[in-house]
């Protein structure tokens, strides 16, 4: 390989795991050696064993898969260029295009939608003249060609050929071709991208245009398919919390220095403090209560706290969980362990507990004194509360003296706001005036719950 060839070659390399730290995937200098080794021995000619050789050396686990995915394809490119003139005006033969299309998703051709997607961002995803213009869009796209529709017509295609999914139901028949469609999405976004980056440059297209990783994106405004993500990653996080909550655990458990059997024992070696005695902890696992805001956009960060929280219950010796929206309820129940169904959680608990009184709207004041009044025995002086919501009030009584009082009878009282700090204070969020009273924190992604699940969690 020529000199040139080997420093294009490494700085792709170098841009790639840039661009993947960027994103918070974990790449140490040993792993970013083994994958250029992986790069000299599985060579550049195929493109496909190469990407899944640095996604072996350089990941540590599935749910980072998509995001390396889309830097990958900046970085080592299917191509350059597009297979028209790269006008972009829109010229191309629409309905031909979906005629093609169609046959492609009917026989799952996987090159030949490839190809289609190259085609379609050439013809219909142009826009723009000027150098400072992007010039390319997945959006426009997309919407001119609208994939989406052509899902009945496929799969009569299907059941006139009597191909592989001609023995599915229509429901698993109508699932697959969804997912074949969604999959001609995703090409087209990454041949967009890949457009936009021969203009504006590798680096700043995966810093600005590359989809984070589910646990990196905010609460209140994920998707439900990154929300199910979330939730299938509730397990694993959890076991990895709880080995830290069990580790912080056996540390305290160690005690501090008994100063004077330290002393007395230092007599046997002149007054030295050789061996210190430490005054040994009797650990008793602390309480837990929860109260959840499961009203609008809010819904999804509860629902994922409270899998979490539920999923670490053998680190507590008491766990209750409460929802409200304008009414409190106690959810506990719902959450018992192997009981939870991840995905129907929130319609459950909205559909079984009572959450809402003459109105919809949420209603924080209300809530905290009602749980103040009727479950205020649920909080001693061994109970961790956290509460989560965006503490948006809708211009109605915080209720300032119920929550001082649940804080003066709990051991400690932490507030989750999954809005970004800037925004506190502003319109109707009472944040401020209830962060005078309690600890607030800022939690706005799975990645900052995490960290402050195993910081603030009592051990």
């Not at 661009?19 to 021995?41: C, I, P, Q």
């Not at 299938?232 to 069990?246: E, F, I, M, N």
């Not at 009981?339 to 109105?359: S, V």
Request: charged share 30%; net charge positive.
């Amino acid at each position: 390989m020529r000199a040139g060839s080997r420093a294009d070659l490494a700085e792709r390399l170098t841009g790639l795991v840039g661009a993947l730290r960027a994103h918070g995937v974990r790449v140490g200098t040993g792993e970013t050696v083994d994958a250029a080794r992986a790069v000299e021995a599985l060579g550049l000619a195929e493109r496909e064993p190469l990407r899944e050789g640095l996604a072996a050396t350089l990941l540590h686990g599935t749910g980072q898969r998509a995001v390396f995915d889309q830097v990958f394809d900046l970085y080592f490119p299917r191509g350059v260029g597009g297979p028209g003139d790269g006008s972009g005006d829109g010229s191309a033969d629409r309905d031909e295009l979906r005629d093609r299309l169609a046959d492609a998703l009917a026989d799952d051709d996987t090159a030949l939608l490839r190809q289609l997607a190259a085609q379609a961002v050439d013809g219909f995803g142009g826009y723009g003249s000027s150098p400072g213009s992007d010039g390319w869009s997945s959006y426009q796209t997309l919407d001119r060609l609208r994939p989406q529709t052509l899902l009945a017509r496929v799969r009569a295609d299907v059941r006139a050929r009597g191909g592989s999914g001609a023995d599915f139901t229509d429901r698993l028949l109508d699932d697959e071709i969804r997912r074949r469609i969604e999959a001609f999405r995703g090409m087209v976004a990454a041949e967009a991208r890949r457009r936009v980056a021969e203009r504006r440059g590798r680096d700043e297209i995966a810093r600005r245009a590359v989809r984070p990783s589910a646990d990196r994106v905010d609460f209140l405004v994920a998707g439900r398919d990154q929300l199910t993500e979330l939730r299938r990653a509730v397990q694993p996080l959890a076991r990895k919390l709880a080995t830290r909550l069990a580790a912080r655990r056996r540390r305290a458990a160690r005690g501090t220095i008994d100063l004077r059997r330290t002393l007395r024992g230092s007599l046997s070696t002149g007054g030295v403090p050789m061996r210190p005695v430490l005054r040994r902890r009797r650990p008793v696992r602390p309480e837990l209560v929860l109260l959840c805001d499961v009203s609008g956009s809010v819904s999804g960060f509860s629902d994922f706290t409270m899998l979490l929280v539920q999923a670490l219950h053998d680190q507590f010796s008491k766990v209750r969980v409460f929802a409200f929206v304008n009414r409190i309820d106690e959810v506990t129940g719902l959450l018992e362990h192997g009981r939870a169904d991840p995905e129907g959680l929130g319609a459950r608990i909205r559909t079984e507990a009572t959450l809402t009184g003459w109105h919809g709207s949420s209603d924080y004041g209300m809530a905290l004194g009602e749980f103040a009044e009727r479950y205020g025995a649920a909080v001693g002086p061994r109970t961790t509360v956290f509460v989560l919501g965006d503490a948006r009030t809708n211009n109605l009584d915080p209720n300032l003296a119920a929550l001082r009082r649940v804080a003066r009878q709990a051991r400690r009282v932490y507030w989750l706001n999954p809005e970004q700090r800037s925004l506190w204070g502003t319109g109707d969020s009472a944040a401020p005036d209830y962060g005078e009273l309690v600890e607030m924190h800022e939690c706005r992604t799975a990645r900052q719950l995490s960290g402050l699940i195993a910081r603030l969690l009592p051990v």
